[in-house]
Every structure is written in C-alpha cells, then in structure tokens.
C-alpha cells in the first residue's frame, strides 16, 4: 500500500495535535484542561488509526476512550471537587524533580537512540506491520478472527479479569457506617475481635 | 473530519462509488451534500422547535405560537434574531475559553451524525439507492464509512461533551450539578444503546449504513412484511434503543440535566444571548438526528415503495415520513410523561435495559447460530428465551436480596 | 445474510485437559460468587471451606497432567503446559490453599467482608496458574493484572485501617506504575517484532540491527518485573504494604504474588532475549547484588517482625535474581538457573507462609507483631517458637533446613559457567546470608531467652486451620532440607525452557 500525500498531511497535523495533547496532559495544572488535553491525544491517536486504514479500531478508540473513560475521569474530578489548580511549589521529597528530569531524560535519550540508530526499516513502520490488515476484508472481521481463535484464551481472561475488578471496586465503594476513630500505630496486628454484622449505609 | 474519511476509502472499495476516483466534479458534489444537508439540517430544526412548541400547545389546548407568520411558523426565526441581540454574558468565575468552546462541542456531534445518514434513493427491486449527479454515480448521504454505525456510537458518546464542559466551565453550583448528572446519565445509557445497535448489526450482517438500509429494502418475513430491522431484531431491540436514545438526548421523560424545580436551567444556566440559541438548537438538531438514526437502523430508512415519478424522490418522502413519526413521539413524551427521579433512572438504565439488552442480543445470537448449523430455529430460540428468562429471574432474586440485606441492617 | 456462514470461524483447538486446572478455578469463583449472592451472612461460614476444596480439586488435574507428562501447547504455543508450568501452578494452589489455612479464623472473626475475600483471592491464584504456562505477551501481561488487581484490594482490606490504605494505595499505585513501563516495553517488543510469541520475539531480535532499541525494550520489561518481586531500587512500596495488609494477605503476596513474578520474569527473559545476555545479565546482576545488600542492612534495624520479613522477603528476592544473572552464558547454565530459582521458590514460599502463620498465631495472643512482644514465647508456647526457630534459620540458610538447600542450588548455578561475575556474585550472597543470620537469631534469642515482656504467661490457643497450616509448613522445611532429592525429583527434571514451549 502506498502513502498518499493526504495520509502524509494527515498524518502530520495528527501527530502535532497528539504530542501537544500529551504535554497538556502534564503541563495543566488544573486537572480538567489536564483531561481535556487527553481528549485532543486520543482523538488524534483514532485519526492516526484511521489513516492506516483501522477503522474498527478508530471507532473504538473514540467510543471507549474519549467517550466513556475520560467522561468517567472528568466525572470524578468534578464529583470530588478537585477541579482546582494544584499547588506545584512545594516537594514533597527533596530532590525529587532534579531525579526525575534526569531519568526523563535518559528514557528519552534512549528512545531517540533507538529510533535515530534503528535504521530505515524501524521508523518506516515495516516490521511492525507484519500481521497487519488486509484490504478487502473488513476490520472487524479480522479482529474477531484472531480473538476468537489465536488469542481467545487470552479474551475468556480478560472477563474473569474484568468481573473481579468489578468486585473489587464494589468492595472499595461499600463502607460500614460506623467510622471509627482510626486504631493506634500497628493496630493492623490487633486480634480481630469477632463482632456482629455491621449496618452498611445505603446510597440512594 | 472528512479528509481522513475520503483517505479510507480511497483504499477499499467499499462505500460510496462517488469516491473510488476523486476529482474536482466529486470534491464537488461532496461540498454540494454538505451544503444541502447543512441547510436542510438547519432548516428542519427551525420547524421542529415551532412543530414541538404547537403540538404541545395543542395537547395542552392552548394556543401556542401563532403571531409570526402563518401558523406561527417563523417564529423561531424571530426568537432566533432576538437571541442574537441580546447581551451576552460570560460570567466571572467562569473558564472563560471552555465556556466559549462548549456551545460548539454540542453543536457539532449533531452535524457529523447526519452523515452517515442515508436519506433518499430508490432501494426498490434490487436498486441499491444509487443516483446519479452530474454524471457521477454517487449515495444520497455524505459518507458510507465501512464502521457506520460505530460512527453512530462514537458521535453520540462525543455528545456529552458538550453539556459537561459547560457546566463545569461555568464555574457555580446548578451547571456544576447538571453536568455531572449529564455525564453520569450518558454513559450510563450508552451501553444499551450501543448493544441494542448490535443487536441490528448482528442480523443485517453490516456496520455501513448504507448496506443496512439495502439489506432492509428487500422481502421480509412471510414475503408480506418488510424486512426491517424492527421486524428481524423482534421489536425488543427497538425499543430499548428508543428508550436509551432518549436518555442520550436528555429530553423528557429523562431530562434530569436541566430539571428546572432543581436546578435552575441546568448545564446551560448561565448561559444567555446567542450561545443559548447554540445550545438550544443542538438539543433539537440531536433529536432530528437521533429520530433520522432510529429510521436508518430500525424502520428501513429511504426505502419503500415507489408510486410515479423518480425513484429516488419517493425515498426522500419515506425518509421524511418515518422521521417525522419520531418526532411526533417525541414530542408527545414531553407532553406526557413525567420527569423521572435520580435512582429510577440510573436503575431503569443499569438494572433493565442493559440486562434486556444483552439478552436478547444473545437470544439473536443463537438464532444466528441455529441457521448457520441449520438446527430447529423455533427450538433453538424456546431455550434461548427459556435461558433469557431465568436469567432474568436470577437477577431479579439477587437484586431483590441485596435490597433486603440493606434494608436489614439499615433497621437493625 | 447470516453472519456466521459468511465468515466461516473455525474453532481453535482446545485442550481441555491442559486447561482444567484454570477450569477449577474459574468454576470455583463461579460457586463463590453464587453462594454469597444468594445466601448472605447465612453462607459466610462455608466460604473458606469451599474454597479449601476448590483449590485442592484444582490440584488434581495438575496431577494427572504431571502424570501424564506430555508437553501440551495450545494457540501457536501462546499457552504451554509443560512440568515447568505444573511445577508453579502446584506450588500456587498449594500455597492459595495455605493461606485460605491463614485466613480461616482471622478473617472470620474480623470485621471483614467475607464472600469477596476468597473471590479476590482465587481470582488472584488464578492469574498465577495462568502465569505458569503463558508463553506470549498478551497472556503475560493479563496473567499479571489478574493476579495483580485482587492483590491491591486485598492489601487494603481492614477498610477502617489507615495503615491498611496506605498499603493497598502504595500497592497499587506502585504496581500500575510497574505495569505501564512493564507494558511500555512490551509494546516496544511487538513493535519491533511484530509477534507477541516469546519464542518468535527471540528469534526477530536475535542478530538485529536495532540494539538500542532492543536494550531499551529489554531493561523495561526487566524494570517492570522488578517491582513486582520488589527488588531494590524498586522495592519501596513493599515494607509499608507488608506491615499494613491484613496478616494473611501479606503472607500471600510475600510468596504467591513474589513468586509469580519470578515466574514471568524468568520465563521472559529465557525464552524471549537468551540471546541477549549482554543486556539482561548486567542489569539482573546489579539488582540481584543491591537487593541482596540493601534489603539485609535495613531488616537488621527493624524492630518490627512483619517489616523485618518484609525487607529479609527483599533480600531473598536478591537471591533468586542472581542465578538469573549468569543464566545467559551457556544452555547449562540456563537450565541451572532455572532448576535454582524454581528450587528456592518452593522452599521460600513453605518457610515464608510458615513464619507468618507463626506470626498470625502469636498475634492472637499478643496483638502485636513488635519483636519485643515475642519474648518469652518458649516459655509458654513452645510449638510456636519452636516452630518459628525453623522457619527463621530455615531463611537463614541453615542445615539440615531446607532453606540450607535452597542457598546450595543458588550457590551451584552461580559456579556452574565460571564467569568471574558469577564468582563475585556467589561471595556476595555468602556474606548477605552471614549478615541475614544475626537478625534472625535475635528474634530467637528474644523468644527463648528474654523473659516475657508483661509477665503473661497463658498459652496461645492454636485454632485447627492455623495448626494444620503450620504442619504442612513445617513438614515441607524438614523433609527437603534432610531429603533435599525429593524436590530435587521435581525441579530436576526440566528442560522445558532450552526448547521454548
């Protein structure tokens, strides 16, 4: 398949709006334009998908990603009230920013190593697609494909592991209703003392 | 957003035969649909918030607008040029760019929607809807995009944006209130929204909506029926998706975002003057759209038959028709039925029509299963709904226990 | 138009043989989860029972595949049941099965939702079984979120515990860091190679032009897997975790979830970059030998148990990188390596479980896991620091315990390709040991010669699980360390990662 100019075009103005969403994401310091930011990367990661012709892909990417995670990552941060500016001034640990510039900058050293010295075959994209689309089938048909026979084990563990994290974020929302003062240090060893059911609080 | 489209499907040829070679007659006409579809859009809109203001001044026996011109018809013309002269007031303790940014991110989804929408051709005996514009083969909608449908979905979900970002933007309480109910309602009823969709893919065979009218253009059940996805889902898939789609459009019975005995306006409080009418007219141009979605998936969307004349003609009538019936039913919900409470809707939504959903998409899948396999279909489908109920009950039983468990311990 | 006749899937191959371990499980979450929906508090008493048998049900296909002995691999070898994989997932469900053990009384007689406990907890075995035989990155990655996201809640179980939050947060605030450079990597690897299959991922990079690349995606994989077994520098969230989970989780996640990230790390390393030992041995060696120091220095200066085997569970998780670091030079020393870390990872988990069970009993008593507290146990429960004495010197390394044993495989893979890295390692972990041993004789020294620390002298009652628990435990340290070929008939006989699934 070749490259049209307009993929090229396309392609460009994506990767511009995906990298600047990106440095949004962490240059924002109110977390909703923080969300927003995220918003413009992931719309531009759906073109870029498009562009190489993932359809399916793209649609699922906007569905799933703008269209349920991030409203549910900005319903939060409103539900909380945290929409504010954080205080970026103080450090919690010292030094913790001259470390982290530094590993920044290493790991990004490293990945422009990598791509720099890879070779044309790396920044083309050739070996990554080696599995990739074929034309006069449609998306979805591959995908299903390969869910249902290469990788289904894989798909049936993943809804195990989806209902146990239902669960698990059930039992993180309940909360008895009797907030005890919070024990003394090491409580955590005390002997349970067996006691009766407790109320929960009911939300409705 | 078309230009990536156009890139797509430049490559398979699948889609609208307009795009397998572009040149400047198909830029054209593309820019022609466009235009038409923007005008008619804007157009329809117009006469729904007049159609919406009479009928319900009718079924109220009141009177209802009925100074500016005939019938009162260009009355939003004439509320429209009032909004536009009014002051507008962008409050202090607002975002001020989200709050300029949020009227145009309702505004939009609604336009992208309706272009994969078809609305004309002729679909009868064995015409795919093509017409033929300046020589040029081409659909009567804008886009035939291989995942229609996802599109659909997609668009909808991007919707919420809108009414969310303009409610936090707005910086004071009720907007605040309004969003998130907004955003929490939304989501919610995406999910049976897009599985009742499926429910349609899974029987026409296609995510392009343009296929998904042809495959309902033909012969339907017994040969007397049409084939329409109503028909072929057995209707309950309709209704869920009619029930979510309101939900996704915030209108009545479910629209807790703007309830005003709670919250003031809701999302658009503190809006005024012409980023009113932007919201106020998004909220009409969705329920066109939404109504035009319902057509396209359930209801055989241009197709039907044709009289005298040409063909493709008839197609735009039927279309026009059968959305039309949606909008009346719209508009007769708001008439009708009373605003939902918080907990009745989140538990309409999660604890029914999610559930039904599934269900029946899975009752459809094993009918998909029984042809393929050629096994009894009205054996197959018995157990399916003999499964389907008692997986209903059991829900119903653990539902009910958790229930009593709470209401246990709450006297305890 | 009917779907299905148009596409015309054909059903992949499964093996349900190889698959019914994880069968059992899934079916047991499946019972679980119905019986506590419908019969409420009336059905918390049966929970850790049904899960008890559950596990030990889940047992018995691993035994008949062992038996059986054929290497069965599905999906292009994406899943692989081999004696490797059967080797873990026994040691898994054993180990789940101890803990259930642990749990018993202590969750019961809490104030602790009780149903979702054993849920979470099979759901998390589950992904170690899994683990076991997974060959690609896709069911690496699952394998370790599903053992990985039952953990942070368990750790966070005592909702009304500050220390208990604090715990499950860093857990899981760490761990979704590690999976992100984890995954970054992977992501790196799949770019590069266009295949998930570990075996295809090395053939693509062998000889490659991209060693940059390469090394970046190597050392994040590594990275990531290294928060997992918590080896130093990456080890910070494991004290606070350890110390504020509830008694018996922390036991699990200091055996089960450790060991299942040796599991992957080890699987990972071997079959996708062996023939990268440039990259991976430099790096595993460091984090072996720092581990080893570091995590032997600070649990010298604890004073609380559960901490104090939380940084001496850092050390020994030094111990099982190193054979790690020289596994790349030879196939022999890989398979060494190999028979090494599997060797050390069955003894760690019998006399880790063992020494918490011991802390969960004196805990009943006491309410307090400070080495103080400990004083005087000979004096009125002797069993108990009896016990304990074993499992300490056990981890000491000490003969004729089984941990003696352990530290002797270690010591062998290290010698085996006589490299001077691998001489200087094998030092270093003879020092550690001899530094390991003053604490863990002090906490001897407090319970057999300082007198207890407010004069009460009743005996701790044992409750039957706990007891049965500390038998098992026992048994195991004894028997391997004076009948070490036992084990050695066990982790012996594989060869299975040379050939790659």
Redesign the interface.
């Known amino acids: 398949m070749e490259t049209t100019a307009v993929e090229y075009v396309v392609f460009a103005l994506c990767a511009v709006i995906v990298l600047a969403g990106a440095f949004g994401v962490i240059w924002f310091r109110n977390p909703v334009q923080a969300a927003l930011s995220l918003v413009a990367t992931l719309f531009g990661v759906a073109v870029l998908f498009l562009n190489m012709n993932a359809q399916f892909l793209a649609a699922v990417q906007v569905i799933v990603y703008t269209g349920a995670i991030v409203v549910l990552i900005l319903f939060v941060i409103m539900l909380l009230g945290v929409d504010v500016e954080e205080d970026l001034e103080e450090e919690p640990l010292v030094g913790q920013r001259v470390i982290a510039l530094v590993i920044a900058a290493g790991v990004a050293g490293l990945v422009v190593a990598g791509v720099t010295l890879g070779g044309a075959d790396l920044v083309s994209g050739a070996r990554s697609v080696t599995g990739s689309i074929v034309d006069d089938v449609s998306n979805i048909e591959q995908i299903g494909r390969l869910l249902f026979t290469e990788y289904v084990f894989a798909l049936e563990i993943t809804a195990v592991l989806l209902t146990i994290a239902v669960i698990a974020a059930v039992v993180m929302s309940r909360r008895p209703s009797e907030v005890e003062p919070l024990p003394a240090e090491n409580a955590s060893m005390e002997p349970p003392e067996p006691m009766e059911p407790e109320a929960e609080e009911v939300f409705d | 957003m078309s230009a990536p489209f156009a890139g797509s499907l430049l490559v398979g040829q699948t889609g609208d035969p307009l795009l397998f070679s572009v040149d400047a007659v198909a830029v054209g006409i593309v820019i022609l649909k466009v235009l038409v579809i923007f005008a008619l859009l804007l157009v329809a809109t117009m006469f729904m918030v007049w159609f919406e203001r009479k009928l319900i001044s009718d079924m109220q026996n009141r009177i209802g607008p009925n100074l500016a011109g005939p019938f009162g018809i260009l009355q939003t013309l004439a509320d429209g040029i009032k909004f536009f002269f009014k002051e507008d007031v962008i409050p202090d303790k607002s975002q001020r760019k989200v709050f300029i940014l949020a009227p145009y991110l309702a505004f939009v989804p609604a336009f992208l929607l309706f272009a994969v929408v078809p609305f004309g051709g002729d679909f009868n005996g064995g015409n795919d809807g093509m017409v033929t514009i300046f020589g040029r083969d081409t659909y009567l909608q804008l886009a035939d995009p291989p995942i229609g449908v996802l599109f659909i979905l997609a668009m909808s979900s991007l919707a919420v944006y809108g009414a969310m970002l303009a409610g936090w933007s707005s910086g004071s309480k009720y907007p605040l209130l309004g969003s998130v109910r907004a955003s929490a309602q939304m989501v919610s009823y995406e999910a049976a929204l897009g599985l009742s969709a499926a429910a349609v893919v899974l029987v026409t065979g296609t995510l392009s909506t343009h296929s998904m009218v042809t495959s309902q253009a033909g012969d339907g059940p017994w040969g007397v029926l049409p084939n329409w996805g109503i028909l072929l889902t057995l209707g309950v898939p309709f209704v869920i998706f009619v029930i979510a789609g309101t939900a996704e459009l915030n209108r009545p019975p479910f629209d807790l975002v703007e309830a005003e005995q709670e919250l003031v306006g809701g999302f658009h409080t503190e809006y005024s003057s012409i980023r009113f009418a932007l919201f106020f007219l998004a909220e009409f141009m969705n329920t066109i759209t939404m109504s035009a979605i319902f057509v396209t998936l359930f209801l055989g969307g241009p197709s039907g038959p044709a009289f005298f004349g040409p063909g493709w003609m008839w197609g735009v009538i039927w279309f026009l028709a059968k959305v039309f019936i949606f909008l009346f039913m719209f508009v007769w919900f708001r008439a009708t039925l009373p605003r939902m409470r918080y907990d009745q809707l989140m538990d309409l939504g999660w604890k029914v029509l999610i559930p039904l959903a599934l269900g029946w998409f899975l009752v459809l899948a094993s009918l998909e299963v029984a042809d393929a396999r050629q096994w009894n279909r009205w054996v197959v489908g018995a157990i399916a709904a003999v499964v389907l109920v008692g997986g209903a009950a059991l829900l119903r039983k653990s539902v009910r226990s958790g229930a009593a468990l709470r209401a246990e311990e709450v006297l305890d | ?7 015309g ?4 191959p499964l093996d349900w043989h190889a ?1 019914a371990p994880e069968l059992v499980l ?1 079916g047991l ?1 499946a019972v679980l ?1 119905l019986v506590d ?2 019969g ?2 009336r059905s918390r008493w049966a929970m850790p029972s049904l899960t008890g048998i559950g596990l030990l049900a889940a047992l018995i296909p691993v035994a008949t595949l062992a038996y059986d002995g054929v290497v069965r691999s ?3 070898g ?2 692989v049941v081999d004696n490797y994989a059967l080797l873990f997932k026994a040691l898994f469900l054993i180990a789940g099965y101890v803990v259930v053990l642990l749990s018993t009384n ?1 969750i019961a ?5 009780e149903g ?1 406990y054993y ?2 907890l099979v ?1 998390s075995l ?2 170690m079984t ?1 683990m076991a035989s997974a060959r690609d990155l ?2 690496v990655f ?2 370790l ?2 053992l990985s ?2 953990a ?2 368990l750790a ?1 179980w ?7 939050e604090e715990a499950g947060m860093k857990y899981y605030l760490m761990g979704v860091f590690a999976s992100a450079i984890l995954l970054y990597g992977m992501s ?1 690897l ?6 998930t299959l570990l075996v295809d991922i090395a053939g ?1 990079i062998e000889g490659t ?5 390469v ?2 995606a190597v ?1 994040l994989v590594v990275v990531g897997f290294a928060f997992k077994v918590s080896a130093v520098p990456f080890h910070t969230w494991a004290p606070d975790t350890y ?5 018996p989780v922390t036991a699990f996640l200091a055996v089960g979830s450790k060991a299942a990230g040796f599991v992957a790390l080890m699987t990972v390393v071997l079959i996708a970059f062996p023939t990268q030992p440039r990259i991976f041995e430099p790096l595993i060696w460091a984090l072996a030998a720092v581990t080893m120091i570091v995590g032997n220095l600070i649990a010298l200066r604890q004073t ?1 148990l ?1 901490r104090m085997l939380a940084y001496s569970g850092v050390a020994q998780a030094g111990y099982i990188l190193a054979p790690l670091a020289v596994a790349g030079v030879s196939g022999a020393s890989a398979a060494m390596a190999v028979e090494a870390v599997s060797t050390y990872l069955v003894i760690y988990a019998a006399m880790n479980l063992g020494a918490f069970a011991v802390v969960i009993a004196v ?3 006491t ?4 080495i103080d507290s400990y004083g005087g146990l000979f004096s009125y429960s002797p069993v108990l620091a009896v016990c304990m004495s074993v499992f300490l010197f056990s981890l000491a390394g000490i003969p004729p315990l089984a941990g003696w044993y352990g530290k002797l495989t270690i010591f062998l893979a290290l010698i085996e390709p006589g490299t001077l890295a691998g001489y200087i390692l094998a030092v270093i972990v003879g020092l550690a040991s001899v530094i390991a041993l003053f604490y863990y004789a002090r906490v001897a020294k407090v319970m057999f010669v300082d007198p207890a620390p407010d004069g009460d002298t009743t005996p701790i009652r044992v409750p039957m699980s706990l007891a049965a628990a500390l038998t098992i435990t026992v048994a195991v340290t004894l028997v391997v360390g004076v009948l070490p070929q036992v084990l050695a008939r066990v982790t012996g006989a594989e060869t299975f990662l040379s050939i790659g699934g």
């Open positions: 138009m009917n779907i299905l006749a148009a596409v899937v054909d059903n992949p698959l899934v979450l989860l929906a419908f409420g508090e599905m999906f292009d994406a899943y202590y007689e809490g104030d602790y939702w979702e849920q979470l759901a589950l992904g899994v896709i069911s699952l394998a979120e599903l996201i039952p942070y809640m966070a005592r909702k009304r515990d500050l220390g208990s790196l799949y770019g590069m190679t266009g295949s693509a032009e991209v060693p940059a690349l090394a970046l050392v110390q504020g989970a509830p008694t609380n559960v805990a009943r008593k309410g307090s896991a400070e």
